[in-house]
Each structure stands twice: as C-alpha cells, then as structure tokens.
Nanobody, 115 residues
Framework: QVQLVESGGGLVQPGGSLRLSCTFS????????IGWYRQAPGKQRELVAT???????IYGDFVKGRFTISRDNTKRTVTLQMNSLKPEDTAVYYC?????????WGQGTQVAVSS
C-alpha cells in the first residue's frame, strides 16, 4: 500500500523559510506525480505545487516564485522549499501521490506563519 509521510512543518516568522519533505513508500515512486496541497481553516484545499515523474513542475498562482518543488528518486522524497513566507501561507500542508486514477494522501503537516 502506498504511503506518504510529510515532515518539516512548524512555526516561522513572516519572511522566513521552511522546508517540507514528503517521503514515499509502498509503491514505484518514479511513476508517480507528487504534489503539495494546503488547506487553511474554513477554506478549500488548494494546489501548491506538483512535480511529475518526468520532472515537470506546476505551481499555484499564489506561489509567485517563492516556493520550489523538487524530487529525489533515489531517496523517494519530494521537497517543498518555501521562502518569503506570509501569514496567509498558514495552513495544513498535504502531500499527494497520483498515478493513473489512484490518489494517495499523507496526513499533513502544520505550517504557521506568525510574528
């Protein structure tokens, strides 16, 4: 069974940085598109960034060059480097693995941006 585990969340001041990691197990990592999504209280879950099996990346409009997604097929991990964080980036960040019609979600990691 595919499993994804997020790590790296926490509390950071506005303008700061965080690095989130998503660790994949239980399947063939290289064929999956891996994405980061987030959900703030009272809001719908939204796309942050995805990286395909071939390395193609897609970012949400709000990212505006602040975040970078990358994958390491050897370590079976996907990293989201977040810079210039804003209070509105506060949310639970989820990792999702997609292949064919199958989606697998992690449990999420909390990111709080506050002074």
């Amino acid at each position: 069974q595919v499993q994804l585990v997020e790590s790296g969340g926490g509390l950071v001041q506005p303008g700061g940085s965080l690095r989130l990691s998503c660790t994949f197990s239980g399947g063939i990592f290289n064929i999956y598109t891996i994405g980061w999504y987030r959900q703030a209280p009272g809001k719908q879950r939204e796309l942050v960034a995805t990286v395909s099996s071939g390395g193609t990346t897609i970012y949400g409009d709000f990212v505006k060059g602040r975040f970078t997604i990358s994958r390491d097929n050897t370590k079976r991990t996907v990293t989201l480097q977040m810079n210039s964080l804003k209070p509105e980036d506060t949310a639970v960040y989820y990792c999702k693995g997609t292949w064919s019609r199958n989606d697998y979600w992690g449990q999420g990691t909390q990111v709080a941006v506050s002074s």
